[in-house]
């Protein structure tokens, strides 16, 4: 009896043993799935503060530097900040659109080698005060 329980101990490590990576690798993934969702939202929430400054009058690079300090997820300088039209050319009543590009890296080891980094873009327009 006590050999039969020993047995069922080991099998039940051995089947532990096998099913753990394939657990660690899904948690990662929902982890890595969650933190794109956010940094899409984020984005989101963060271009229509850019444009709104934008539509202010503010000039690009101020508007730029709000945007980099705003977006503080994963590394700034993989954002990209793009205003149309330029601060020399808006005037009143016209519109600008500001669009934020954002490259966001894998936390999964393996995901990051098979796949690319996602990125993820926000865009909005408003009119010029």
């Not at 329980?5 to 990662?28: D, G, H, M, Y």
């Not at 229509?48 to 400054?53: M, P, Y």
Request: net charge neutral; charged share 20%; proline share 4%.
């Amino acid at each position: 009896m006590k050999r039969l329980i020993r047995e069922n101990r080991a099998q039940s490590l051995t089947e532990f043993a096998l099913l753990l990576p394939l657990l660690l690798l899904l948690i990662c993934g929902i982890f890595d799935i969650c933190r794109i969702m956010y940094g899409y939202m984020h984005l989101n929430m963060a271009v229509q503060e850019v444009v709104r400054l934008g539509g202010m009058g503010k000039t690009d690079s101020e508007v730029t530097a709000f945007a980099r300090e705003y977006v503080k997820l994963g590394d700034a300088d993989h954002l990209h900040v793009s205003i149309t039209p330029n601060d020399s050319l808006r005037n009143s009543g016209e519109y600008v659109t500001v669009k934020l590009t954002q490259e966001l890296d894998f936390l999964t080891p393996l995901i990051s080698n098979i796949l690319p980094a996602p990125v993820i873009t926000a865009k909005s327009t408003t009119r010029v005060e």
